[in-house]
């Protein structure tokens, strides 16, 4: 720990001695995340209470050179909220307030720390809809999710985080209150922070107020499986779905190794011997649904279906929407560690991503299990492995390496929802290129000069 | 580092264990800790964490880890939603032993699990003892609940609305019992365990009441011990191995059907945690398995074995007086939802007594606060919790709060106490027990 002892105690000046933690457990255990990487001690965990004591604390860290990590729940899988060492942490879940819900003009303003579950709980029982739901919403807070610009199994029809920021409060590297954006729909005043702030993951300042747009919630919807015997006609069928111009609010692929890890873990009672499944969900006016839902049970068939499923009432939608939930269980009760990937593909590319994948699988002989947002070409493969196990922890890094490529030679993206932080910071290059790198830097310098906002993450040091 | 590296050696036996946690950190969403405290270190994900450090020796102040892992209320909440499956409370049980080993016990702690617990016979004289003088220096605190607190004593117990000892506790009236098989052609062992015996004999009665009016043959040895749990959950291993060893002898004696208590967290531990924790290769282990499909919570032995169904006449008919009219809410105790799954037979047992109209309260499951010792460490925190499951219980607009275990009986008392609100706290065997004829 270096962190000066005036430091903690101005720190315990603004946040209470409550707010400020400097044990050695409490300081290991913000050491890591979710990201399968090393941890990183901070000096001090810092939990402010109120929008002031932010700036207060960034300006004091600002001043003496004191690295800032903001975390939210620390699900993040990129390592967006592994802190510097010396560092501190600056936790969010105190800041969990709701200030504003308003159903008149649909939106909702909140603290970064609101649990982005509760948030959409809270805004259902007022009739209306906040749709960006990640794996992890149970936890995750709004903040992270603006910082991380979280995806979710919606993405497809209603988009992410991203689409849903309507403005934001945050304090800067000097400590300074910045806004921009408007509670307005539309709003064209200056720069769109608010766009640059969603997925600049901690590197660019400290959100202290965001602004959701709401909408109002699809009065119908239906759910169907389809069963399939090749991967490739299932993938083909995703790509199929999208050219007919229909817009599914979920369509999710699992794979026959995902299939039956879930069958073993949860007995859902799917096809063991099917290569794929689609989990196909549509929603919104009634007519439309009932629509839609045909025309995709024609494709479907159309394109070798085996079997299709629909769901005819709320209980036989949910046991649809059973085996996908229990995909991510299933595959982490097989091995120690989960290394979940979310490099991502433009749609129509899915089919070959899904084959490179496999041909990964058998080159380094580790068990990939595939499942995932096919409607907006965000697969998750998920290596299975051991990380103490060194020589095949070793293969791991560089399959991973090798699906990046695969992905970006598909016109793809190295992540489509998780984030770069400082698992992928390395990568950044080729999909960007070094001088769209060097121009971050630029940028990232001049407003945090001293570099104490989150540094290393995404564009490294 | 070297008396550090002890402590790690005797960790690496949970070490697989430990592994499987991919630190999703889903388990904040569920921990009752967690919502309070916001607190890494006071989840699962967090404590097991540290122990992981503890093991790698990455981590040098054991006993400030030994505090985070000590506050948890073991109510297996986080075990029953993590996607990975971590057997969190074995290693949560494991790693106290380990710590304890290697910090020691607590002066206070060695004189209750190793002077008194450990004794079955010293303890009882004492609870004897204690019942004779506890009014004095405690005075009534809500007669609705029949509670009382202690000015005198707050400096140990706080503010605590407790419910005296029972005057005559259940093994002086039932010192044993070995009544052969009636009509069911069944015989049960009957654990009635610590807090029914001292504090709610009456709850006893009840599960007697109910065995002979189905015939059910009971065999209660002389002497019982505790279940063990308090001293294990506080790393006292050896205590708990002596009161097993107490325990499995006693049972011995007799052959049984089933193995039954009125208290989920003596039905989980003697269920899950005597083959868990008993030493490899000894008798007690091969007996601790045999009994373990046999053992059963009351309301599960009758509504799956005796097939006591929710009643279909009507409340006119019905013989109950005191349940006459009331409406009865259930909170489900954390070892028999969770670590038992055991949740619709409990509210089946009170849906059989016609006198009374079953509604369920917003969030039955989640845990009241007690957790055993945790509320004697972490009071001030047990009293949050608990206050949460009052406002869910007034929220019901139920005369009764039932369920089915004795120390959350305790807890809830203890809330609804503070406040001098007049619901009634019951186990589910007594509203059961009301339906039969003396």
Redesign the interface.
């Known amino acids: 720990m270096s962190l000066s002892s005036s430091l903690i105690s101005e720190l315990q000046q603004i946040c209470g001695e409550n707010g400020v933690m400097t044990?050695?457990?409490?300081r290991?255990?913000?050491?890591?995340?979710?990201a399968?990487l090393e941890?990183t001690i901070p000096a001090a965990v810092v939990?402010p209470n109120s929008k002031e004591s932010i700036g207060k604390v960034i300006s004091l860290c600002n001043d003496s050179g004191t690295p800032v990590t903001v975390r939210g729940?620390?699900?993040n899988l990129s390592g967006g909220t592994i802190p510097n060492k010396n560092g501190i942490v600056l936790?969010t879940?105190?800041m969990n307030r709701i200030i504003e819900l308003n159903e008149t003009d649909m939106y909702v303003r909140v603290e970064p720390g609101v649990?982005t579950?509760d948030l959409a709980a809270q805004v259902a029982a007022k009739g209306l809809f906040y749709p960006p739901d990640p794996g992890?919403q149970?936890?995750s807070t709004i903040g992270g999710n603006v910082a991380e610009n979280a995806g979710g199994l919606r993405g497809f029809k209603y988009g992410v985080t991203k689409d849903y920021v309507m403005a934001v409060e945050f304090f800067d590297a000097l400590g300074r209150k910045v806004t921009s954006g408007s509670k307005t729909v539309k709003c064209v005043t200056g720069y769109n922070l608010a766009g640059l702030m969603t997925a600049s993951e901690g590197t660019l300042g400290v959100f202290s107020e965001i602004t959701l747009k709401l909408i109002p919630p699809p009065a119908a919807s239906k759910a169907m499986m389809a069963v399939y015997d090749s991967v490739e006609t299932a993938t083909q069928t995703v790509a199929a779905i999208i050219a007919d111009r229909i817009v599914p609010c979920t369509l999710e692929f699992m794979d026959n190794f995902t299939i039956n890890a879930v069958e073993d873990f949860a007995n859902v009672g799917l096809p063991r011997d099917a290569k794929a499944l689609l989990l196909i969900e549509v929603d919104g006016h009634p007519a439309q649904v009932a629509e839609d839902g045909e025309r995709i049970e024609q494709i479907c068939k159309k394109l070798g279906a085996r079997a299709i499923q629909v769901a005819r009432n709320d209980a036989e939608k949910d046991k649809v929407w059973e085996a996908r939930r229990a995909a991510?269980?299933a595959l982490?009760?097989l091995k120690?560690?989960?290394v979940l990937e979310d490099a991502t593909v433009p749609r129509s590319q899915i089919p070959a991503m899904v084959s490179a994948i496999e041909k990964l699988a058998l080159k380094y002989d580790i068990p990939i299990g595939t499942f995932g947002h096919a409607g907006d070409g965000n697969l998750h493969p998920t290596l299975l492995t051991?990380r103490?196990d060194v020589a095949h922890w070793e293969r791991v890094e560089n399959c991973v390496a090798d699906l990046f490529d695969a992905a970006l030679s598909l016109g793809g993206t190295l992540s489509g929802e998780h984030g770069i932080g400082i698992a992928k910071a390395g990568f950044m290059k080729n999909e960007v290129g070094q001088s769209s790198i060097d121009f971050c830097r630029t940028m990232k310098a001049a407003i945090d000069p001293n570099n104490i906002l989150n540094p290393g993450k995404i564009i490294g040091q | 580092m070297s008396e550090l590296n002890k402590l790690s050696k005797s960790l690496k036996e949970i070490e697989n264990q430990l592994t499987d946690c991919m630190k999703c950190g889903m388990c904040q969403a569920v921990c009752p800790v967690f919502k309070q405290t916001g607190n890494e270190g006071d989840v699962a994900r967090g404590k097991i964490f540290l122990l992981e450090r503890l093991a790698e020796e990455m981590l040098t102040d054991a006993k400030g880890a030994k505090t985070r892992i000590e506050k948890c209320l073991m109510c297996g909440t986080c075990a029953a939603n993590c996607p990975s499956g971590v057997k969190i409370l074995e290693i949560f049980l494991k790693a106290r032993a380990a710590l304890t080993e290697y910090i020691g016990l607590s002066p206070v702690k060695r004189l209750i699990f190793r002077g008194m617990l450990k004794h079955p016979e010293r303890m009882d004289a004492l609870v004897d003892t204690a019942a004779r003088f506890q009014n004095l220096g405690t005075s009534k605190a809500d007669p609705n609940q029949g509670t009382r607190c202690s000015k005198l004593l707050s400096g140990v117990i706080g503010n605590r609305h407790f419910l005296p000892l029972a005057k005559t506790p259940f093994h002086k009236t039932y010192p044993s019992l070995n009544i052969p098989a009636g009509h069911s052609g069944l015989k049960v062992a009957f654990f009635p365990g610590c807090v029914t015996d001292k504090m709610n004999p009456e709850i006893g009665k009840a599960v007697l009441k109910v065995f002979k009016h189905h015939g059910v043959g009971v065999f209660m040895p002389k002497g019982q011990a505790c279940c063990g749990i308090p001293a294990l959950a506080s790393g006292e291993r050896n205590t708990f191995d002596t009161l097993l060893a107490h325990n499995a002898a006693l049972f011995a004696e007799e052959s049984f059907d089933y193995l039954i208590t009125p208290c989920a967290t003596c039905t989980a531990t003697i269920k899950e945690i005597w083959p868990m924790m008993s030493e490899k290769d000894s008798i007690e282990k091969f007996r601790a398995g045999q009994w373990a499909p046999k053992t059963m919570d009351i309301s599960q032995f009758l509504v799956d074995v005796l097939q006591v169904a929710p009643a279909q006449k009507s409340y006119a008919g019905s013989h109950s007086i005191e349940f006459a009219g009331d409406t009865v809410t259930y909170h489900d105790p954390c070892h028999l939802a969770k670590s038992l799954k055991i949740k619709s037979q409990p509210r089946d047992l009170i849906r059989a007594n016609a006198a009374c109209t079953f509604v369920e309260m917003a969030e039955a499951d989640t845990c009241c606060g007690n957790g055993g010792s945790f509320n004697l460490q972490n009071y001030d925190l047990s009293k949050q919790i608990g206050m949460e499951k009052r406002q869910n219980i007034l929220a019901s607009g139920a005369g009764t709060v039932a369920t089915a275990c004795p120390a959350c009986m305790m807890q809830i008392r203890d809330v609804l106490s503070q406040n001098h609100d007049g619901v009634k706290v019951k186990h589910v065997i007594e509203i059961y027990a009301d339906t039969i004829k003396d």
């Open positions: 044990s050695e457990v409490d290991q255990n913000y050491s890591y995340d979710a399968v941890p939990r729940a620390g699900t936790l879940n105190r649990v579950a992890s149970a936890v991510l269980s982490a009760r120690p560690t989960l051991d103490r």
